[in-house]
């Protein structure tokens, strides 16, 4: 008799989810019961398994040493059948579905997926824009399109383009801009959430973000993009995101310069999984068109 016939499924979905997800309110919502329910099926499995999978702590449930590499196998098999199951819902000439920031989607791919649409009509793509860090080892997300450094564990990474950055303003503001040193007499777009910092560009022109002017702030890149586009001040802008703005003259760089942060887009798939063929040739036409923009930025 197999092992898993001496264990609930539910209880083992319980135990999962507290581990990944850190409170019993947290996993009750994800799993649509409630906190009390979820305890309930952890001591069942803990019961079932004859082991203790969690301390109980005052500030909660911690997972011991062997309910830590439990979970990590069940997160594993939860995905797997995840998977699975999704297949059932899609017929050989289905959409396959890309995770996305809304930012980039919104600023850079819809307005190129057109001409995938031209080169391939066979395939149809469908875009699920979240700032949520979707797991593509669970439910129907076929890839992501993420930002980062590229640590993320448990699925297949491949680098698409590092991104670099640089001041952008709207054509009339540029006029007051005749010296780096300037910035300082400027109002400064500023992006809190921003996973760099307007040192990044300063550094190497000699100034330091203290030294320039204040300015609206702003929770989305997007927003501070448009700001900018509306004169509100400088912005120190993705090139993907900026790229269009710049073509169409509502944006331009006053400064000369452009310089990686260390972090890039990355074409992220699930770990050990067989991908449908068409995502293979959305990633090559995406490489296609970043490098194409890359050529022109240069």
């Known amino acids: ?41 952890i001591l069942k499995a803990e019961a079932q398994l004859g082991r203790d999978l969690f301390e109980r702590t005052p500030k909660g449930l911690v997972p011991t040493q062997i309910g830590a590499e439990v979970a990590g196998h069940l997160a594993d098999g939860f995905a797997a059948l995840a998977r699975g199951v999704s297949l059932t819902n899609r017929r050989p000439d289905d959409a396959i579905t890309v995770s996305v920031a809304p930012v980039f989607a919104g600023k850079w791919l819809v307005w190129r997926l057109g001409r995938f649409a031209e080169a391939h009509p066979e395939i149809r793509v469908r875009i699920d824009a979240s700032t949520t860090l979707v797991d593509p080892r669970q439910g129907e997300i076929d890839a992501c399109i993420r930002v980062g450094w590229g640590d993320w564990p448990g699925v297949n990474m491949e680098e698409l383009f590092p991104q670099r950055v640089f001041p952008v303003c709207a054509p009339a503001l540029a006029e007051r801009l005749s010296d780096v040193s300037d910035l300082a007499t400027v109002p400064v777009i500023r992006e809190p959430n921003s996973m760099f910092g307007w040192d990044v560009w300063l550094a190497p022109n000699g ?25 509100q001040g400088v912005f120190l802008a993705w090139e993907t995101l900026a790229e269009d703005a710049l073509a169409m003259g509502r944006l331009v760089a006053p400064f000369p310069g452009r310089f990686r942060t260390g972090i890039s887009y990355w074409f992220v798939e699930p770990e050990a999984v067989r991908r449908p063929p068409q995502i293979d040739i959305f990633r090559a036409w995406l490489v296609d068109e970043l490098c194409a923009a890359a050529k022109g930025n240069s």
Do not use: H, K, W, Y
């Open 1 to 41: 008799m197999s092992i898993l016939s001496n264990v609930n499924l539910n209880s083992l979905r319980a135990v999962e989810a507290v581990a990944r997800l850190g409170t019993l309110s947290a996993a009750a919502a994800e799993l649509g019961v409630t906190a009390g329910a979820v305890s309930q099926q």
């Open 207 to 231: 100034m330091s973000e203290d030294e320039l002017g204040e300015g609206p702030v702003f929770s989305d890149a997007s927003l501070c993009l448009d700001a900018a586009v509306a004169g």
